[in-house]
């Protein structure tokens, strides 16, 4: 039986962001062979989020990596989970401590993991079990240049990308660096889960606008949950 009433708890589970909510992704996008876009599929646990966030950040926290080329990254950067993404001088690899305080990353967040697996499960990817969750931070102007993600050891394993905050363009390219892009506009609460023929394609983000979100200010913030080691 449908309701009025279904329809108000749905609106108001949405609103109060219940992380058990039945509140469901309104469909899931297709944008390549392995790789779906799922419309607000976290939005439903934001508040758990951002709260896990904080508490990552609070003890590792967000710093501005070098490329192997000398560059300083316009996107601020941390992790957690038993690996973490790091770049510097001598290239791009996973380490199971923050070079920064010499310390293991913070653990992954339960919310995190449950989402993680729920968002790879609805893309048909199941059984997935991150080991490192990369957080990226966006302020106005940062942006990701074109690049693949193949430090990880299992290319079998997808990557699910959740955006919070300010949106963003993500582009999309193919498995050549020269292939044209698809540009994607990625809002809060948007989840891409990507894997089998897409997991090499090439990636990015443009310059963000400046803009402003309720919840989490002048900022955007994308969590990449990979399976790494
Ligand atoms: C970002 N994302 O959206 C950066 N990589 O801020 C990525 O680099 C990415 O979203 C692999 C798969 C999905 C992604
Ligand atoms: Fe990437």
């Known amino acids: 039986m449908s309701s009025g009433g279904d329809e108000m708890k ?14 469901g992704p309104s469909g899931a996008e297709h944008l390549a062979e392995g790789a779906v876009l799922l419309r ?11 709260a896990a966030i904080r ?6 926290p967000f710093r501005h990596m070098v490329t192997p080329g000398g560059f300083r990254m316009s996107v601020a950067m941390t992790n957690c989970g038993a690996l973490g993404w790091v770049t510097d001088r001598k290239g791009y690899r996973y380490d199971s401590v923050d070079p920064q305080n010499g310390e293991p990353w913070p653990r992954m967040p339960d919310a995190f993991l449950k989402l993680a697996r729920d968002a790879a499960s609805h893309a048909g990817f199941s059984d997935f079990v991150p080991d490192a969750c990369l957080i990226n ?4 102007g940062a942006k990701l240049s074109l ?20 949106p963003a363009v993500f582009l999309f390219g193919g498995l050549n660096r020269g292939d044209k892009p698809i540009r994607v506009a990625l809002t809060h609460g948007d989840v891409v889960v990507w894997g089998g023929p897409a997991r090499l394609r090439y990636h990015g983000v443009t ?7 309720v919840l989490v200010g002048r900022y955007r913030l994308n969590l990449t949950f990979r399976r790494a080691g």
């Open 207 to 213: 310059p963000l606008e400046d803009a402003q979100h």
């Open 147 to 166: 690049h693949q993600d193949k430090n990880e050891v299992d290319f079998g394993e997808p990557i699910v990308s959740v955006s919070l905050g300010i």
């Open 137 to 140: 931070r966006y302020e106005p």
């Open 40 to 50: 607000g599929f976290a939005a439903p646990a934001q508040t758990i989020l951002l």
């Open 10 to 23: 749905r609106l108001r589970d949405r609103a109060t962001g219940d992380l058990l909510a039945p509140v």
């Open 55 to 60: 508490e990552v950040v609070a003890r590792a």
